[in-house]
């Protein structure tokens, strides 16, 4: 089982350490030689707005707006975090029922032991409520916050955004072991085109 991380603990540098800038000849070479010469330690953080979202279903509700961040990284022992946390709305009109949640996602290293895109643990912190302005995010709390315990989930039945975070990662972790497990599952070019697209991806920012 891998380390638990805090949750609450929003420093992932202190958690992944520091690494050296590879340079600046990333976006001229190809995803997979990106994501071999990344070093390690690894971590970043961004944030992302989304009005579209196809498949962000929690419980019984599906989402379509969020603004999120992401951190994630890899350690120098190849264990794997991403945190996301933010706020999710159903509609684009606003008022909208809506969300805030936090949700940690870990993986194990050394990667060789563990099959790139199957399991992961989750742990998910949530509270329901009201979307009133998304720019920037007004939100009216409902309910009592809920949370979960440690669970385990799939790569497949994690929602897109998330997915494709986790590919950045697990490339890193483990280009040519990761790389043949997308080929094997035909998802290598779908991914590789998402990545091209991250304006910084493999680069810590």
Known sequence: ???W??????????????????GDDRERRPIREQAFHTPLPFQYET????EA???FAIGDATYRCGK????????????LKLTVDGFLWERSALPSPGMRFKAQITRDGPPTDTEPFGEYEIW?????????????VRFSAGGRPRKTGRTVKS????PTPARTRLVELEL?????????ALTTREEWNDYATQLRFMRHAFTER
């Open 1 to 3: 089982m891998s380390t």
């Open 155 to 158: 790569f497949e039945r994690l």
């Open 5 to 22: 991380i805090d949750p609450k603990d929003g420093n992932a540098r202190e958690w992944a350490g520091s690494s050296s800038d590879a």
């Open 53 to 55: 979202l196809d498949d």
């Open 124 to 136: 998910i912190r949530s509270r329901r409520g009201a979307i009133e302005d998304a720019d920037p």
């Open 172 to 180: 890193i972790r483990n280009q040519p072991l990761a790389e043949y």
């Open 47 to 50: 944030d992302v707005r989304y």
């Open 68 to 79: 999120l961040r992401f951190n994630g990284g890899v350690t120098r022992a190849r264990e």
